[in-house]
């Protein structure tokens, strides 16, 4: 038993289950402007498996397209793969089921959700690409992870409507912003191996700008969000919140110490998205 839960976890570590706190809350957040309250049980279920699945099985191909690349980056050689903690075939066997899990949860939720599942899937695969040809990479992940909130609210409302790009444009501008300050951590690395990021190509200074630059642009994004779907007094104090939150992870970092990189990426923006979904929430239940 204590092997089978040692390999549990070892997947979970390869995928990094608890980043889901990034894009989950956005989901949650879009399933309940679309109910106009609270999904029903079945819908917040099957949101919940085609997302953990969807996720899982990216960053699980993830790691295999990149497994060579960790392997020679000083920062990523102690990950599974490259460490042999999971074969090749094991971590293919697992995205395979795990991408299986988000296309039957679409099936459960609406036809669109299915007839969408396929695109979904290309856009997290061809992000695991883009970052050998373009600096631009972020901004696939920002959309990769922009299905989060638009596939939720498909999921409750059978149909895709324009204004919940409001909210999709915000998490793409969002994700970019912070993962230009993760990408901080390879600049050298990406530099030296061909790889592209904007760090590897702005340089530091620069990039901190646009990071900051894509914040604000995201949160001018929840703001008109507000005015789209009429969101009142919570959302609005949650808004502020955010903004807080935003310039406290950009004073966390600057040109000459990035020591508290991790802090900024993944402390802060688990908090965002986490403060945007209560906003809202409360929004609807009071």
């Not at 929840?222 to 779907?229: G, K, M, R, T």
């Amino acid at each position: 038993m204590t092997s089978v839960l040692q390999k549990v976890s070892i997947y979970f570590r390869m995928v990094k289950f608890s980043h889901s706190v990034f894009a989950l809350p956005f989901a949650f957040t879009a399933a309940i402007i679309a109910a106009s309250g609270i999904p029903t049980v079945t819908q917040i279920f099957w949101i919940v498996v085609a997302m953990v699945g969807g996720r899982s099985g990216a960053m699980g191909l993830n790691r295999i397209i990149d497994r060579h690349i960790d392997q020679a980056n000083p920062r990523t050689a102690s990950r599974e793969l490259p460490k042999g903690l999971i074969g090749v075939r094991e971590a293919g066997i697992f995205v395979i089921i795990s991408f299986g899990f988000m296309i039957y949860a679409s099936y459960m939720l609406n036809p669109l959700c299915l007839m969408l599942s396929p695109v979904a899937i290309a856009i997290l695969i061809l992000y695991s690409y883009t970052k050998r040809f373009t600096w631009v990479s972020h901004f696939f992940l920002g959309i990769a992870i922009s299905a989060a909130p638009i596939g939720a609210w498909i999921a409750v409302r059978g149909t895709f409507d324009i204004e919940i790009l409001v909210l999709g444009c915000a998490v793409v501008f969002w994700l970019a912003g912070f993962d230009i300050l993760y990408a901080l951590q390879d600049r050298a690395f990406d530099k030296k191996y061909g790889l592209y990021s904007i760090p590897q190509t702005f340089g530091v200074r620069n990039s901190l700008r646009l990071s900051r630059i894509f914040h604000v642009i995201a949160f001018l994004f929840l703001f008109v969000n507000a005015f789209v779907f009429g969101l009142g007094g919570f959302y609005w104090a949650g808004l502020f919140l955010v903004a807080g939150l935003f310039l406290y992870e950009h004073s966390l970092v600057s040109e000459h110490d990035l020591s508290k990189l991790n802090m900024a990426f993944f402390n802060m923006n688990g908090y965002i998205s986490t403060t945007v979904f209560f906003g809202t929430l409360m929004d609807y239940l009071v």
